[in-house]
């Protein structure tokens, strides 16, 4: 058998999709991404055996009647059997949202301390809106999640977007 291509790319440019996207919607600049000259990162303080670990999603819990799209903190446990993503961009003809671990991973994340790989799970999850602002981002949303993460003594987060 022999393998079937396309003609074109097989492949979605994210960035090319996401200009498209913005551009529909009526921005007249182009989105732009967001560029560091040093990375805000640091190295481990532990072995992950020792650190406390949290999760930061752009999905929102579900809600009676909507609301705010805002930065959040909410309890990990129990893990919600759903979440809010049908505002979200991502390719709905391909895949779905319905299994919450796949983009929530807390019951993933339990199982690891359980195997000692992590040393605990934040008693919070945390989630911040996509943004076209990247300076809401950077100036609202991160400090708040980042205080959020402090108070919870959290060492290390996985990021996960929708």
Not at 139 to 151: F, K, L, N, S
Request: glycine share 10%; proline share 8%.
């Amino acid at each position: 058998m022999g393998v079937s291509r396309r003609a074109g790319r097989s492949h979605v440019s994210y960035i090319d999709r996401s200009r498209e996207f913005y551009a529909a919607q009526g921005y007249a600049r182009p989105y732009e991404w967001a560029c560091h000259d040093e990375v805000p990162f640091t190295p481990l303080a532990g072995h992950p055996g020792e650190l406390r670990v949290g999760v930061v999603t752009t999905a929102f819990p579900v809600t009676e009647g909507g609301g705010t799209k805002a930065a959040y903190r909410h309890p990990a446990d129990p893990v919600p059997r759903a979440m809010y993503t049908a505002d979200l961009s991502w390719d709905k003809e391909a895949t779905h949202t319905d299994d919450v671990g796949s983009f929530l991973p807390l019951e993933a994340l339990v199982g690891a301390v359980g195997r000692g790989l992590v040393g605990s799970a934040s008693p919070a999850f945390y989630g911040v809106p996509t943004e076209y602002s990247r300076n809401k981002t950077v100036e609202r949303d991160a400090p708040r999640v980042i205080e959020w993460c402090r108070q919870d003594e959290v060492d290390l987060v996985l990021l996960v977007p929708l």
